[in-house]
């Protein structure tokens, strides 16, 4: 019942755009940090970027700042990844994966943590996303 699914993905040319969704069911939308993950063969799972669903804040990797957008449909309990000006290093299996996050945790925890694949307990499926040169 609770599950979060990817989709959106699959070959795009550099420089053209992607938009990624990560629908959820089966739990309370606007409790949860939602955070996109990718991870590249022989390289580490890195954070892309997250959103705290209830107040909108968001948090960029370095990486895709500046051409990457996330955003959140909460009517649609839905979450996107707009990824714009994409680059052959973009090429990854994105994930996405939610953990609860009261109204009562600072700031400062979601700064250390949001990028930390051990502290969300909630994964969906990966899809390709491939970029060409």
Known sequence: EVQLQASGGGSV???GSLRLSCAASGF????YIITWFRQAPGKEREGVSCINVRDGI??????VRGR?????DNAKKTVYLQMN????????VYSCAAV?????EDVDQLN??????PWYD??????QVTVSS
């Open 68 to 72: 990457f957008t996330i955003s959140s």
């Open 13 to 15: 040319q550099a420089g």
């Open 28 to 31: 309370n939308f606007d409790d």
């Open 100 to 104: 609860r996050y009261e109204p009562s």
């Open 58 to 63: 968001t948090i960029y990797a370095d990486s």
């Open 122 to 127: 909630m994964w969906g499926q990966g899809t």
């Open 112 to 117: 250390r943590l949001w990028a930390a694949a």
């Open 85 to 92: 000006t994409v680059k052959p290093k973009d090429t990854a």
